[in-house]
C-alpha cells in the first residue's frame, strides 16, 4: 500500500503564493498520473490539477494562470505551486497519484490532506 505526505499548507494573505508537496513515504516503482484535489466546507471535492507521465497538465478554470503542478523524478515528488492566492482558494488540498509498485501492482494513493486558509 503506497502512502502519501504531504506538506506546505498554512495561512497565507490574499496575493500570497503557498508550494505544497506530496510524497510517498517509501519508494515506489512508477507513477502514471498525478492531481490535486481540494475541499471547501459544505462544498464537494474539485479537481483542481491533473496530469499524466510525459504528457501536459491541466487546470480548473479559476486556478489557471495561478496555480502550477509540477514533479521531481528523481524523488517521486510531486508539487503544486499556487500564486495570487484568493480567498476562494481556501480549503484543504489533496494530493492523489496513480501507478504501479512492488509489490501489490497498480495503486492510487491519496495525501492525508493540508489546509490553506488566504485570508487578512
Known amino acids: 500500500q503506497v502512502q502519501l505526505v504531504e506538506s506546505g499548507g498554512g495561512l497565507v494573505e490574499p496575493g500570497g503564493s503557498l508550494t505544497l508537496s506530496c510524497a510517498p513515504a517509501s519508494n515506489i516503482f512508477s507513477i502514471w498520473s498525478m492531481a490535486w484535489y481540494r475541499q471547501a466546507p459544505g462544498r464537494q471535492r474539485e479537481l483542481v490539477a491533473y496530469?499524466?507521465?510525459?504528457?501536459?497538465?491541466n487546470y480548473t478554470d479559476s486556478v489557471k494562470g495561478r496555480f502550477y503542478a509540477s514533479r521531481d523524478n528523481s524523488k517521486n515528488t510531486v508539487y503544486l505551486q499556487m500564486n495570487n492566492l484568493k480567498p476562494e482558494d481556501t480549503a484543504v488540498y489533496y494530493c492523489?497519484?496513480?501507478?504501479?509498485?512492488?509489490?501489490?501492482?497498480?495503486?492510487?494513493?491519496w495525501g492525508q490532506g493540508t489546509q490553506v486558509t488566504v485570508s487578512s
Open positions: 496530469g499524466i507521465s510525459g504528457g501536459s497538465t
Open positions: 492523489n497519484l496513480r501507478g504501479w509498485n512492488y509489490p501489490g501492482g497498480e495503486y492510487n494513493a
